[in-house]
C-alpha cells in the first residue's frame, strides 16, 4: 500500500527542482502549473499589467504574493544577477575571441542591459516563486483554513 505525503514538504518533494523551473519558464503557477501568472502580453495595457502578477491562481488558488515586498529579492538578485552574469559573458567572450573597442561593448553590451532587465522581469519574479516553493512550500488557501 503506497503512502500518502502527509505535510506539503513531503507532496513537494516529489516534483523535482526543474518541474518547478520549467513552470517559472513557462510563466505557470509554481504549485499547479497550469494557470498563468502573469496577464497575457496581448492583454497588458500598463506597465503595471507587465510587472504585477495575479493575486492568486485561478485553478489552485496558491498566492503568488505571499507578503509586501515579496519579490524584491527576484527583482535585486534573480533579474539584476542574471543580467549581469549574462552581461559579464558576453563581455569576456567578446574580449577573449575579438577584443574590440571599448564602444562596441558600451553599445551592445551595456545600452540593452535595462532593456533586458525589464524584458526579464516576469521570468525573474516566476523563477523567484519556483525557488521559493521548492525551498518552502507554502500551502495553498484551503489547505490553510482546512
Ligand atoms: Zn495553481
Known sequence: MATVPTTIRERERKISFWAFF???MRLRCPECGMSRIFKPWRQTRTLEDWVRPLHDCPNCEYEYQREEGYFMMAICAV?????????????????TFVSPPLWVYIVFIFVPM??????????????????DHY???QAKRQDRHA
Not at 542574471?82 to 563581455?91: C, D, N
Not at 535595462?114 to 525557488?131: G, Q
Open 79 to 95: 533579474n539584476y544577477g542574471v543580467i549581469t552574469a549574462g552581461a559579464i559573458v558576453v563581455a569576456f567572450l567578446l574580449y
Open 135 to 137: 525551498l518552502e512550500p
Open 22 to 24: 520549467r513552470r517559472a
Open 114 to 131: 535595462p532593456l533586458l532587465s525589464f524584458l526579464f522581469t516576469r521570468h525573474a519574479k516566476a523563477l523567484w516563486m519556483a525557488i
